[in-house]
């Protein structure tokens, strides 16, 4: 045989312990396990290196959580807690780069929807002759000795309509903005089942669009709630004499600045001697200005008499006197008299003040019902609404339809992961 072969060689006598096949194949497997001991750590971290990226990938593919009837509804309740989380605040995959969810909304309430109340002027769109038109139309036949508050009633009203628009306004923007929630929200079942996203943002579009119309009904009863009464007596309006305090103030402030004008003026070097004609006219200024009605004028008493100066010079023949044809249509005088421009005023300042007060719960009133009758009714119904609209054994295999691709990966995938176990536990097992 062959070891008695090397003993009995001459040449191979010597070293017969180092030949043969056995001690070929005892070094051979020496020097394999020196190898592999060495290569053994680097060959380790590379399999769990891909054994962490197959892993992955799988994850990414998704894995087969629907095939019992029992977890098929587990997708509509992820979904429905992270539309809640969005609008709360409380997702875990939030941006911090750009306002995200609920913050967009407040954003359209404090900046956007706010800022444009703000900026609406309580007089835009009334000009002088419509107010003393007003005033004029409700005294009727009559000449008021006060301004009637049927006028301040109907301008106030005419106003107050304007706040509806950028009300309802506010109503489709957090519309869009819940839209954009729902079209944001991602997850690896989303991702994975192309016809389960499309037909949850579908029946969630729907489902917001049947809370909108409420709402916008609500808002506009809000505004017709204000309509309907003018409350005077409200803690924050001016009231008349409020109104009429602010008028006798700016009264005051401009006499003085009057009277110091005068005063600065007198102080100044005397210009030279005018002609007989223009200190003739002067002196008549303040005899003319007795004659307006002064102060209790002003305020509506005993006013209002046409100068018989400024009537027809044309003289009388004798002929039977013949009135003059009514106009077809009557606006008032360009020009207004002191009581005119008192009466005013005085509406222009109730007005703004009334406004305000309104604008105030407009603001406030708005934002809430929005809240309650869109945002809080959608997070509420909505998985209801997804259970009653998907959660049908006969959508199941059409929802959860599967790339063919995808499918392909996904099991090549699982393949891989089996092997590498495989090659993992071997590789544990070396001493």
């Known amino acids: 045989n062959e070891r008695k072969f090397f003993r009995q060689h001459p040449l191979y006598r010597s070293i017969a312990s180092r030949c043969g096949t056995q001690f070929l194949a005892k070094s051979l497997n020496k020097i394999l396990m020196h190898h592999i001991r060495d290569t053994l750590p680097e060959l380790k971290q590379k399999i769990n290196k891909m054994l962490t990226e197959a892993e992955n990938e799988m994850a990414s593919y998704g894995d087969a959580l629907y095939d019992s009837p029992g977890s098929r509804g587990a997708f509509i309740t992820k979904f429905t807690n992270n539309f809640a989380a969005a609008i709360d605040g409380s997702l875990t995959t939030l941006s ?13 309430f404090n900046e956007i929807f706010r800022t444009c109340l703000d900026r609406v002027d309580p007089l835009a769109g009334l000009s002088l002759a419509d107010v003393k038109t007003t005033i004029r139309n409700a005294t009727g036949p009559k000449s008021a000795l006060f301004v009637p508050e049927s006028s301040f009633e109907l301008l106030v009203k005419r106003q107050i309509a304007r706040l509806q628009k950028p009300s309802l306004q506010c109503v489709d923007l957090v519309y869009d903005e ?4 729902v079209s944001q929200i991602e997850s690896k079942e989303l991702n994975r089942f192309n016809g389960l996203r499309m037909q949850l943002i579908e029946v969630v579009g729907n489902l917001l669009h049947s809370h909108v ?16 009464f003018i409350n005077t007596s409200h803690p924050d309006f001016i009231g008349g004499d409020g109104a009429l305090s602010k008028i006798l103030d700016n009264m005051v402030e401009e006499k003085l600045a009057q009277q110091q004008q005068q005063q600065d003026a007198q102080q100044q070097p005397t210009p030279a001697p005018a002609s007989r004609s223009s200190s003739t006219s002067s002196k008549q200024k303040p005899a003319q200005t007795e004659k307006s009605g002064g102060f209790l004028g002003m305020l509506g008493f005993g006013g209002g008499k046409s100068d018989k100066n400024s009537s027809s010079n044309n003289v009388d023949k004798g002929d039977p006197p013949v009135l003059a044809a009514v106009p077809a249509s009557i606006k008032p005088a360009q020009e207004s008299s002191d ?5 005013t005023q005085l509406i222009q300042n109730l007005l703004t003040s009334y406004f305000d007060v309104v ?6 009133l708005v934002p809430k019902t929005v809240i ?3 945002v809080n009714q959608a997070k509420n119904t909505i998985q209801n609404e997804l259970v009653r609209a998907l959660y049908k054994e006969d959508k199941f295999d059409q929802l959860l339809e599967e790339d063919p691709q995808v499918a392909q990966k996904r099991a090549s995938c699982a393949q891989m992961i089996k092997v590498l176990n495989k090659a993992q536990l071997i590789i544990n097992e070396v001493r």
């Open 96 to 108: 911090t780069s750009e306002l995200y969810g609920g913050a967009r909304i407040n954003f359209i």
């Open 178 to 181: 819940l839209q954009r929630i």
């Open 213 to 228: 119309e409420p709402t916008k009904k609500m808002i506009s009863d809000l505004v017709a709630v204000e309509l309907a």
């Open 339 to 343: 009581k005119e421009t008192f009466e």
């Open 359 to 364: 604008r105030k719960n407009i603001g406030d």
């Open 372 to 374: 309650h009758f869109l």
